[in-house]
């Protein structure tokens, strides 16, 4: 572990990730693994290598769930949700982004990242011709709204509006 650590420090991000990696492996008892998780998960993504650093922090939370680690890296694993539900939205694969929308809103603690992923799921019905579930997704946007939400409520009463002009009532 403390090699791999004096490699993370150099930010040599590859030799780090193949130590701590090894490290977890073949010790993964020792108190050491709640850090090496997190900085393996930080080397994976300085990497470019998002599905292992992904991989990283989902094995953080499951094991160290109550750890300042896991709650960073549950924030960061929300985060990654969102970027790949509007991934999925851009593409057209609007089943995938209506899903991942879906379970972010779920598990998601933060307020503003729950309303990006309420407005998500909209448009992504929307784009699917599902005008009924979109209006509603739009309505939970705002009747989640706790004063704190900006623009993403306005955005949503104008889909909403758009939505009542095109003929649903």
């Known amino acids: 572990f403390a090699v791999a650590h004096t490699y993370y420090q150099d930010r040599n991000f590859e030799r780090a990730a193949a130590l701590y990696a090894g490290a977890v492996s073949k010790f993964p008892d020792a108190p050491e693994c709640e850090t090496a998780y997190a900085r393996l998960s930080e080397c994976y993504a300085a990497l470019g290598d998002d599905e292992k650093a992904r991989e990283a922090m989902e094995t953080l939370v499951k094991r160290y769930p109550r750890s300042r680690g896991a709650e960073g ?28 929308a879906g379970e972010l809103v779920g598990r998601a603690e933060n307020r503003s990242l729950q309303q990006k992923g309420r407005f998500l799921l909209g448009q992504a019905y929307e784009a699917r011709g599902d005008r009924a579930a979109a209006y509603e997704a739009y309505r939970e946007v705002i009747r989640n709204d706790r004063g704190d939400s900006g623009q993403i409520v306005e955005r949503a009463r104008s889909r909403i509006e758009a939505l009542q002009e095109a003929g649903l009532r």
């Open 73 to 100: 890296a549950t924030a960061n694993l929300n985060d990654i949700m969102y970027q790949d539900a509007q991934r999925h939205l851009d593409a057209g694969e609007f089943d995938e982004a209506i899903a991942l």
